[in-house]
Each structure stands twice: as C-alpha cells, then as structure tokens.
C-alpha cells in the first residue's frame, strides 16, 4: 500500500532553507523570461505560491507564510475560504457570465451592497457596474460627473494612489508613475491632504482651507470642477488617516458649491478599517463611492460605483466593460457580507486593529520609526533616517526581507516605499496577529540595528 505524505496544515508560518528556494527559483527565471516588466510583487517578495488557506500560503518549496499582504486588500476573508468556495462552485454550474443583464445572482449582489448604507443614503443611491478593477470605477465615477456636471476639471490630493490607467494616473500624485506617460488628461489640480500626522517635508496646512480659498476666488485659477475625489485612507501613498475636520470641510465646501464628491473606497471598503465603508467614520455622505477589490471576498475581480441617483444623466452604453457581469463574483460577494454579518468580521476587525497598534506602538520608540499608524486592519510602519528625517527606503526593504525570512509577508508603499504595510485579512485571529507581530517586531529591530550599525 502506498502511503501518500500530505502537506502539513497552514497553521504557522515555517520556511527554511534560502529563499527563493529552488522550485520558486525556476518559476521565477520563468517569469523574468516570459512577463513583462512591469511585474512588481516578486521583485520584493522572491517566491512563487501554490497554495493558501485563510491568513497563511505556502510556496512551491513548501514554506509557509502569514500572508498579511492578502492579494492586495482582496482577501477580506481570507485564502479559500470554504463557504466561499461552496458558493462559487454552485453559481459555475449554473451561469459565469451576465454582461449587464439582470441575473438572481446580480440582483441578489445588488441587494446586498444597498443593504450595507445607511438607509437615507440607499434610498437615493443608483449602482453602476464597471469593469473587473478599481481603476475602471474610478474612470467611471469621472465620466458620471464630468456628463452630470457638463464641466471638465477634477481636483484630488497630494499623496492620493487611484489606479495606473491613463486617467486615473493623472489623479494620482506618484510623479514617479506619470512621468515616463507625456501629455496625461489635462484638467487635474492637487490640494494638500490633511492627515492626522503629514509627511515628511510635507506642510501640515489645511488642504481643506486651501480648497475653498481656491473654488471661492473669482481670480483663484480654478473653473468649478466636476469632482473632488479623496481617500479616506491614503493606502498607497502611505497609510495617512485623513483628519476629521478635513474630511468634514471637504464635504461642506464641496456641497456649498454643488460639486460632486467622489469618495475612492477601492482599498478601505468592505470592512477594512472597521466599518463598511470608510466614509461611515467621517459623518459625511459622499455623492460617489468607488468600490472594488474585497467586493468578491475570495478574489474575484468585481467593481462598481455607488452614486446618488441626481448624477445619472447618462446615456446607454455611456460607459460599459465586457466583464462588469462576472456571476461568480456577485455569488461569492452576497456570501461574504452574509459571513461578515453572522461572524460579526467588523467587530473582529476593530479589536485586531487595537491589538495591533498596542503590539507595535512601541515601535516608535526605535530612532527610525517615525510613525505607527493606521485604521481597522490597515497599518503602516513609516521609517525615516533619525539624522535628516528622510525616507528609509534601504532599512524598510530589509525589514520586509526579514519579515519575510521569518514566515511573514508584508508590502511597502508611501514615499520612496519607506512604509512597511500591512493588509491581512479581516477575519485573522489574534493567535495569527500575535505571531505576525511578533516577527514584524523583531524584523524592524534587527532592519535598523544594522542601518544604526549596532
């Protein structure tokens, strides 16, 4: 009888031997062989993965990660999740494909989503399907307002990631990213964002003052804009926790002058800082939310655009997108919010969210920590040279090189990649957090020990 020897459980991180290993070593000299340049992930985090389940992966040379990167914020619930999977599995076999006609799985989608705002804000909300990605609602949330509104500028923020289309580039404020890109969409002006702690270099004043300085001044240089599009949480650009009074500001100066307000919850929707949607935190109503990446829960690309019903002025066909019809996404997303409802996932997500900011608070007490910061499951460990203040781009590189030898995936962002990130997902136990702190910890000690050369 043959015994077959089965992978252990993904219960704990656990790598040894070099990484990248030798199968992951052959995946990846495939991949710099065949994909394109632009390819990003491997470049910082050199494995190839064969499987996941909840918070943890494991690659092809059978390591085993705590994958606190969880494709980018998609993973709400985490890798295969089991009902999840149930729910996928039944809609394959009955319909994968819908464009925009009316389906029992869309509607049902539809359904959910409404349910989860306030119900004054769902009473006056129309939805719009777009394309698979973020940047496709973003681009979808322009055309509304610029249709809707009949004028042409945008005005978003310093510091602001909405995508790396051609528009939606323009709306970001990575110079980096522009600038190999001539002649971007014209019509875009950026405001100081005001967070809670700015970045360095970066004036703390009010972007919100600014702004209607700007917008009320006959000779302020700016026409009355279609739209201002802000994050509540600058994830990209940093992990910056907009402030209230800013967030509240924007919203008035915007409603005053009968702009649109475009709220991009791409990465802070669906649960991640702690209620639904990020706005809910602000007191504010936004006229446009953008929703995509954990819409699905287990991956699935689906996006839409959620928008007050005065704003649909648009035509037929006005803005489609072959795949804005993908049934097995709208399936699994009515289970991920029955899920989140049963298993209470927001409230988990909250007491992880403190957990966190008390395991690394004390971080900052580290010369190059410059700041913990962030909201819900959506943290950032900023790390600046303590002589000159500037970004610590080299020491947060072998941070994430340390965590990640250690069992533990994290992503870097904001300037110069010097914010170590971390995305897991909403549903980790605090067993998983414990451990994962534990590793991140002992990651920034050992990254600025050696930058300090002690």
């Known amino acids: 009888m043959t015994t077959l020897l089965l992978p252990a459980p993904l219960t ?77 599995r039944h809609q394959l076999g009955s319909l994968t494909h819908g464009l925009d006609f009316p389906t ?7 359904q959910a989503q409404l349910s989860m705002l306030a119900p004054e804000l769902r009473k006056r909300t129309r939805l719009h399907f777009c394309g698979p990605t973020g940047a496709n609602a973003v681009e979808a949330a322009i055309k509304l307002c610029k249709i809707a509104t009949g004028r042409g500028d945008i005005i978003s923020f310093q510091g ?8 939606t580039m323009a709306l970001s404020g990575l110079v980096s990213q522009k600038a190999p890109v001539r002649d971007g969409m014209p019509g875009v002006h950026f405001f100081p964002y005001t967070a809670g702690d700015p970045a360095p270099g970066v004036r703390s004043g009010d972007g919100a003052d600014l702004l209607e300085q700007a917008l009320r001044d006959s000779n302020g240089g700016i026409s009355p804009p279609a739209a201002v599009i802000m994050e509540m949480v600058q994830g990209e650009g940093g992990n910056f926790v907009a402030r209230a009074d800013f967030v509240r500001k ?35 109503e936004p006229d446009v939310i953008v929703a995509s990446k954990a819409l699905s829960g287990i991956g699935l690309p689906v996006a839409l655009i959620l928008y007050d019903t005065a704003l649909d002025t648009w035509a037929p066909g006005a803005h489609i997108g072959t795949f804005r019809g993908n049934q097995l996404a709208f399936a699994a997303g009515v289970e991920t919010i029955r899920i989140f409802r049963r298993d ?7 007491r992880r969210g403190a957990q966190i900011a008390d395991r690394l608070g004390g971080l900052t007490r580290d010369p190059w920590v410059r700041q913990v910061r962030g909201r819900g499951l959506m943290w950032g460990i900023e790390l600046a040279d303590p002589r000159d203040g500037r970004p610590a781009t080299e020491v947060a590189a072998a941070v994430q090189h340390h965590a990640l030898r250690h069992g533990l995936i994290v992503e870097r962002g904001g300037r110069d990649d010097a914010v170590v990130r971390l995305l897991p997902p909403l549903n980790v136990t ?21 930058s300090s050369g002690r």
């Open 12 to 88: 704990a991180p656990r790598v040894s031997g070099d990484l990248p290993g030798p199968r992951s070593t052959a995946l990846l000299a495939h991949q710099e062989r065949w994909e394109s340049s632009a390819r990003t992930y491997p470049r910082h985090l050199p494995i190839a993965l064969a499987e996941g389940s909840g918070s943890f992966v494991r690659d092809v040379d059978g390591n085993v990660f705590i994958d606190f990167l969880a494709g980018a914020g998609v993973l709400s619930l985490g890798h295969n999740h089991p009902e999840l999977v149930r729910a996928v």
């Open 430 to 450: 605090a067993e998983v957090v414990d451990m994962a702190c534990s590793i991140l910890v002992d990651a920034v000690r050992a990254g600025t020990d050696r």
């Open 104 to 110: 029992p799985a869309k509607d049902a989608f539809a």
């Open 344 to 350: 209470g996932v927001l409230g988990n997500v909250r």
């Open 160 to 167: 602001a990631f909405h995508g790396s289309t051609h528009a």
């Open 250 to 284: 924007v919203r008035e100066v915007t409603r005053s002058l009968g702009i649109p307000l475009i709220v991009d919850e791409v990465q802070t929707g669906c649960g991640r800082t702690g209620t639904w949607f990020a706005f809910e935190q602000y007191g504010i």
